[in-house]
Every structure is written in structure tokens, then in C-alpha cells.
């Protein structure tokens, strides 16, 4: 492969995994828009999702042979429909009773959290079935059958490679980001979290109801998680209990990268660290990858506080 031919094999990888990143980060900044509060359990949802697309698998005994649009279609609904109603019942029976609490509060709570679903995901990784190897080794990383097939959908002896799954990726991702961009700008229910998220007691003196609308915050936020995870694992082919806080870690960076609470943000904070990430491991070496990573983060916050794309708002006192 020539240079230019590396440059653009890494680009392509690195825009398939920031689209990946994007989407968490989406989670995280859309909950901080509203309510100002950094989700920290929202990565170690993210895993459980990924667990539940493992489990279902096992459960249907899908196989790379054996595999139907079908089953795609089930992982797309049921697993952001639990990751939803989770990130829902947690919002509903711990954050809301919070919501007037220093804001310390509700920071260690979400952090205790996410503790649990770690644990969850021990838990979980233990069962006996054929997907977690048994349960012999709950810790361990387990294996995500490769459902969708490693085709390079270049032409025959192309040195880059544009695979069927860097596809899946593109065709997943940007339509959600799309319709969620749109929803939040254009939607009656769009519109009410902007004016929560601007204004909590104004909204409600309108007659905006705010625990709903928070409710529903956190309902699509975790949906988002869900769609993520499901296409982590079909991507990278593996899942394991402590995924949560290292992709958790990169998608928080990406929303405050690009200017947390800012949804345009968060996707460009995304695609930044997927790229840099794979220029890293490519031209310097994979041990060294976070420290550049969260180097730039640093170096970007000390000229941009707010983000690439954040707006400084000044305080009302």
C-alpha cells in the first residue's frame, strides 16, 4: 500500500468507529442539554445493550450460516427498547428525586450506577449458555459471531478496503443522527426539551410537563445506546463487561470535545476521536493512543472551554 493508501485505509476506519463513538456521545450530551447532568452510567448501559445482542443471538442460535434480515430487525428494536426502559427507570427512581439536590448529588449517584451495571454485566457474563462460553469465565471476553460478512465492496484488488460492515455503519448511524437532529428542532417535543433545557421553571409555567419530558430525554438517550451497541458488536465481533468505560470514556470526551450539550457537537467529537484514534495506531503505537487523544482534548479546552462547537453562555446571578 502506498502512503496516501494507508492515510485513507485509517480514515475510513476511523470514521466507522467515530460514528460509533458519535452515537454514545449523542446520549450523554442530549441528558446534559436538559438537565445538566453528566450520565456517567450511560457507557456501562451501552455495554448491557451490547450483552443483550449476545444473549439473543444465543437464544434465536444464529449463526454467520444461519443469519436473516429478521434478526437484524429484532436486535434493532429489542435492544434500544431496553436500553431505553432501563435508562428510564433510572432517570424515574433515582435522578428525579435528585433533581433539586446539590449538584454533587446526582454526579455520585450516576456513578454509582454505573458500578452497578458493571457488576450486572459481571453477572451477566456468567450465565450458562453456549454465547458466554458457559459462564466458565464471567470476566473474560466474549466472542460476538461475525453475522455480518468481512466483504470489501471495492473493486477486486483494491488496496483500501470499504468493507459490507464500515457500510452497515454509515447506513445505520446517519439516518439516526439525521432524524434526531430534526426531531429535536422541528418536533412539539423537540421544542419542549429545548425550552426545558433553556429554562426548567419558565417551561413548566407554561405548562411544559418537565418530568415527562426528562423521562423522555432519558428514553431516547438510551435508545440511542442501544442502536450503538448492537452495531459495536456486530462491527468488532467481541463485548465484554468492562467495554462500558472505555467506549463510555471516549464518547463523554467526544460530547464535551465538541461542546457538550451541543448535538452537532457531540457527532463532530465523535468522528474526531474515531479518526485520531486510528491515525494513532497507525503512525505512532497503540499504547500511546490516549494519551493523545485526550492530549488534543486537553489542548482544545484550554483554547475552547465551551468546544469545537460550544456556545459560551453567561451566568445569571
Known sequence: MTESEVVLQQLITGLSNGM?????????????????????????????????????????????????????VLLFVLVPSFCALVNWIVDRFTYRSLRNAPRLAPLVSAIGVS????????????????????????????????LIPYHNLLPLGSAIEFTLKDLVVVAVT????????????????????????????????????????????????????????????????????????RVGIDAFAAAVLGGIGNLPGAVLGGLVIGIVRALSDQYIATSWTNVVVFSILVLVLIFRPAGLLGAHHREKV
Not at 196 to 224: C, E, K, W, Y
Request: hydrophobic share 55%; no cysteine.
Open 20 to 72: 460509533i463513538i458519535a452515537l454514545i456521545a449523542l446520549g450523554y450530551t442530549m441528558v446534559y442539554g436538559v438537565v445538566e447532568l453528566i450520565n456517567f452510567a450511560h457507557g456501562d448501559l451501552f455495554m448491557l445493550g451490547s450483552f443483550l445482542a449476545l444473549t439473543l443471538i444465543g437464544l434465536f442460535g444464529v449463526n454467520p450460516a444461519t443469519v436473516h434480515a429478521v434478526h437484524f
Open 174 to 245: 446517519l439516518p439516526f443522527m439525521f432524524a434526531l437532529t430534526l426531531f429535536v428542532k422541528f418536533s412539539r417535543l423537540g421544542k419542549a426539551m429545548r425550552a426545558v433545557a433553556q429554562n426548567p421553571s419558565a417551561a413548566q409555567l407554561m405548562g411544559i410537563d418537565v418530568d415527562r419530558v426528562i423521562g423522555i430525554t432519558f428514553i431516547v438517550g438510551g435508545a440511542l445506546g442501544g442502536v450503538a451497541s448492537v452495531i459495536y458488536a456486530l462491527y468488532n465481533n467481541t463485548v465484554h463487561f468492562q467495554m462500558g468505560f
Open 115 to 146: 458500578f452497578i451495571f458493571l457488576n450486572l454485566g459481571l453477572f451477566w457474563g456468567g450465565l450458562p449458555l453456549d454465547v458466554f462460553d458457559f459462564g466458565r469465565s464471567a470476566a473474560s471476553p466474549k466472542d460476538f459471531p461475525a
